[in-house]
């Protein structure tokens, strides 16, 4: 791997761990505001809308450009969308807008993988991206349980103001949101640098109606493909349950744990840890052309989540926790490599890139709103972990039915 893949990488880490920081930002924003809590899935509901949206636009938009540039005017996005936030726009509102953001970023970060290194090295360019998101995870956690801890945030609260200027920062949330804006900056700063590669798939017109027809017809060729399907409909489930799993992890971690927010924050990094193990380990024992075979990986996963129910020990559930992030990892990884690489054949990364995000994102939009209805309805969190890891562990023994046997090598 060369410099321009580390300063890929690199952009990557800032934006990402910005992205994770805010999160919790966010949602301690919304309990300074005395929203209910289910406001809280429905936050990341507001954040993935544009994924969904522009899905049939953002691909073309990513493929018509340089990717770093693209990746650039996206980072900026996302600090608009916390200024606003600081200027008193209502948190799910301003939250959508770092979504618009995240949106269009997406298929630069991973197209740029496909244009700028070989099908070889995929895998191990997934291993390595996926390893440093899932730092940044793991840092964009402890940051925003740590910067939205009263006893960490006042002291710096004092010497935030300029003299005889209000910056209007005023409680841990505000000064969290105007640190992570900073972190924004710097991976702005990096996208400049991010090597330019030549445009290989540019879309044939930029009209809305042709542009939607387009993602139609990449949409049914992705889920026609053997291979293209098996590897999309798990990335669909994956994201979805994780997206998921990080909210009950907050609240499992209150009720059964005792934690407060800081600490429930921080315990949600040891999933990411256990995703960067098995990102690891796929990169070293799983070869592109037989990633269907990590399937049952996938089922033990959905199994391990009920074994939350009764933990009620801390050291006890970070290693659970470890173990299902690192199941994740294992068969997430090769999964995300094998799709993108088909969708590089079929379709241009940029437009596979965009199917896969429109239908990751309706899973997780999908299953924030089971989530939100459920803690609206004021279920027991023990029901609702039943409930999601037993919907895991079917959904991927279905998909192993029905795909295990497509070890095709001819087909990759």
């Not at 804006?181 to 798939?201: E, K, M, Q, S």
């Not at 992030?325 to 990884?333: C, K, Q, S």
Request: glycine content about 8%; aromatic content about 10%.
């Amino acid at each position: 791997m060369n410099l321009g893949f580390y300063i890929i990488l690199a952009a990557q880490f800032f934006s990402a761990l910005a992205d994770n920081a805010l999160l919790f930002a966010a949602i301690a924003l919304l309990k300074d505001l005395g929203s209910p809590d289910w406001h809280t899935p429905v936050l990341q509901q507001f954040f993935i809308f544009s994924y969904i949206l522009l899905a049939p636009f953002v691909g073309a938009f990513a493929d018509s450009l340089p990717k770093g540039r693209v990746m650039f005017l996206s980072n900026n996005i996302k600090v608009i969308g916390c200024i606003a936030m600081l200027f008193g726009v209502h948190p799910l509102l301003a939250y959508g807008l770092v979504g618009l953001g995240a949106a269009t970023y997406s298929p630069a970060k991973y197209g740029i993988l496909t244009e700028y290194l070989p099908p070889g090295k995929l895998v191990l360019a997934n291993s390595w991206m996926e390893g440093l998101t899932v730092l940044a995870i793991i840092l964009g956690a402890v940051l925003g349980g740590i910067l939205t801890n009263a006893s960490v945030a006042e002291p710096m609260l004092q010497w935030w103001d300029v003299p005889f200027i209000d910056t209007g920062i005023d409680t841990p949330p505000e000064l969290a949101i105007a640190i992570i804006a900073g972190i924004y900056l710097a991976a702005a700063w990096f996208n400049l640098y991010i090597p330019r590669v030549t445009i290989d798939h540019k879309p044939l017109s930029r009209n809305p109606i042709f542009l939607l027809s387009e993602f139609w017809h990449c949409f049914k060729l992705l889920w026609k493909d053997p291979l293209g399907q098996v590897s999309l409909a798990v990335t669909t489930l994956f994201w979805g349950t994780g997206a998921t799993l990080r909210l009950l992890v907050l609240t499992w971690a209150g009720i059964a744990l005792h934690y407060d927010m800081a600490h429930a924050a921080a315990l949600t990094a040891w999933v990411a840890v256990g995703i960067a193990i098995g990102a690891v380990l796929a990169a070293r024992f799983v070869k592109l052309e037989h990633s269907v075979k990590v399937l049952p990986i996938g089922i033990a996963m959905g199994l391990m989540v009920l074994l939350m129910i009764p933990i009620t020990n801390s050291t006890l559930a970070t290693i659970l926790l470890v173990v299902i992030g690192a199941m994740g990892g294992y068969f997430v990884v090769p999964m995300n490599a094998l799709l993108q690489h088909r969708g590089h054949l079929l379709m241009g990364s940029g437009s596979s890139i965009a199917v896969q995000n429109f239908n990751e994102n309706l899973s997780i939009f999908a299953m924030l709103g089971l989530y939100a209805a459920m803690q609206k309805l004021q279920l027991n969190i023990y029901l609702i972990i039943l409930v999601f890891g037993l919907l895991l562990a079917g959904i991927m023994a279905t998909l192993y039915r029905r795909h295990g046997h497509d070890q095709d090598t001819g087909k990759i």
